[in-house]
């Protein structure tokens, strides 16, 4: 009978977006992830590795961090990319949910869209926690944790010729990814008092662009990462603003791999989207080169 209350308890809390149980007492399954770095020799500085362990992650303290996978970016290229992703990712997402993982969908700029809607009210009541470091709008290069990018994105990154025109065209989050009840909606770090709340220490980001907000913002990986959180990235869903016509001068989704291998010396680990939901790891269909390997000459910085 108890455990059969506790079920429609939670379903209760599911159905209309919050939890009346604290996350530990609540029965929680399992993440087995694989996760990816890059580990540089003591014995040789400048010469990194790659290491994969295992870790086993409780669903109930993880989060999924959504990172502005907006309805319309300023250059086509960056928009056509993410509408691609996007049925992945709301796969990817959809099955994390079930799991018990809070989904925390962070589409910037778009909070008046979002205006008065569940998981909107859900991120706003969250109270406020005292970060370990304070958290800031966005969040530049540390230089003391890490070197220049290994891309140039001076001129924006569009990789479009002609370029597109900058601007702020996005109104909200690509409507391909569902925000389903229970979901939370922010830009800030309505997102870190969120996680407080709820017990989560583990983060899984996915999104764009890897150079720029999935790095910078106030709930994405430097920041997350300066509040002691297990951070890691989704490493086949995400993308990177890099124009192949300047530095290093490699295709688009070599420069991608650059900064993916970036993030995993300096800042956190990386996953596949295959762990959770099966079959292989997502591609681009303009990336028909085979799989990049570290240490190759034409894409190793």
Same mark, same amino acid.
Not at 57 to 77: F, L, P
Not at 89 to 112: D, F
Not at 261 to 282: A, L
């Given at each position: 009978?108890?455990?059969?209350?506790?079920?429609?308890?939670?379903? +209760?809390?599911?159905?209309?977006?919050?939890?009346?149980?604290?996350?530990?007492?609540?029965? $929680?399954?399992?993440?087995?992830?694989?996760?990816?770095?890059?580990?540089?020799?003591? *014995?040789? #500085? !400048?010469?990194?590795?790659?290491?994969?362990?295992?870790?086993?992650?409780?669903? $109930?303290?993880?989060?999924?961090?959504?990172? &502005?996978?907006?309805?319309? =970016?300023?250059?086509? !290229?960056?928009?056509?990319?993410?509408?691609?992703?996007?049925?992945?990712?709301?796969?990817?997402?959809?099955?994390?949910?079930?799991?018990?993982?809070?989904?925390? =969908?962070? #589409?910037?700029?778009?909070?008046?869209?979002?205006?008065?809607?569940?998981?909107?009210? %859900?991120?706003?009541?969250?109270?406020?926690?005292?970060?370990?470091?304070?958290?800031? @709008?966005?969040?530049?290069?540390?230089?003391?944790?890490?070197?220049? %990018? #290994?891309?140039?994105?001076?001129?924006?990154?569009? &990789?479009?010729?002609?370029?597109?025109?900058?601007?702020?065209?996005?109104?909200?989050?690509?409507?391909?990814?569902? /925000?389903? #009840?229970?979901?939370? /909606?922010?830009?800030? $770090?309505?997102?870190?008092? %969120?996680?407080?709340?709820?017990?989560?220490?583990?983060?899984?980001?996915?999104?764009?662009?890897?150079?720029?907000?999935?790095?910078?913002?106030?709930?994405? /990986?430097?920041?997350?990462?300066?509040?002691?959180?297990?951070?890691?990235?989704?490493? &086949?869903?995400?993308?990177?603003?890099?124009?192949?016509?300047?530095?290093?001068?490699?295709? =688009?989704?070599?420069?991608?791999?650059?900064?993916?291998?970036?993030?995993?010396?300096?800042?956190?680990?990386?996953?596949? *989207?295959?762990?959770?939901? @099966?079959?292989?790891?997502?591609?681009?269909?303009?990336?028909?080169?085979?799989?990049?390997? +570290?240490? &190759? $000459?034409?894409? *190793?910085?």
């Amino acid at each position: 009978m108890l455990s059969t209350n506790l079920s429609l308890t939670l379903q +209760f809390a599911a159905l209309f977006g919050f939890m009346c149980v604290h996350p530990t007492q609540t029965p $929680a399954g399992t993440l087995s992830l694989r996760i990816r770095k890059l580990v540089e020799a003591q *014995s040789d #500085p !400048g010469h990194w590795r790659q290491v994969t362990n295992t870790v086993s992650w409780e669903s $109930a303290a993880t989060a999924v961090v959504i990172c &502005d996978m907006w309805d319309k =970016h300023w250059c086509k !290229g960056a928009s056509d990319r993410v509408a691609e992703m996007a049925p992945r990712m709301n796969q990817v997402v959809s099955e994390l949910r079930k799991q018990g993982v809070l989904i925390i =969908h962070c #589409p910037s700029g778009t909070m008046k869209f979002y205006e008065g809607s569940p998981g909107r009210k %859900l991120a706003q009541a969250a109270p406020l926690m005292a970060p370990k470091v304070p958290l800031q @709008g966005w969040c530049q290069l540390d230089s003391s944790k890490e070197p220049a %990018l #290994p891309i140039d994105d001076s001129d924006g990154g569009c &990789d479009d010729d002609p370029q597109c025109q900058q601007g702020s065209p996005w109104k909200r989050q690509i409507a391909a990814i569902e /925000i389903a #009840p229970g979901d939370a /909606i922010t830009d800030s $770090a309505e997102a870190y008092n %969120l996680m407080r709340q709820r017990g989560v220490t583990n983060v899984v980001v996915m999104g764009v662009h890897q150079n720029m907000c999935v790095l910078g913002r106030p709930f994405s /990986i430097r920041q997350m990462a300066y509040q002691g959180q297990n951070v890691v990235l989704m490493r &086949d869903l995400t993308d990177s603003m890099y124009n192949s016509r300047r530095k290093p001068f490699v295709d =688009h989704f070599a420069g991608n791999a650059l900064m993916t291998w970036h993030i995993e010396k300096y800042w956190c680990p990386t996953i596949t *989207s295959d762990q959770v939901v @099966g079959g292989q790891p997502f591609r681009f269909a303009q990336d028909t080169k085979p799989p990049r390997v +570290f240490g &190759d $000459a034409t894409t *190793s910085n």
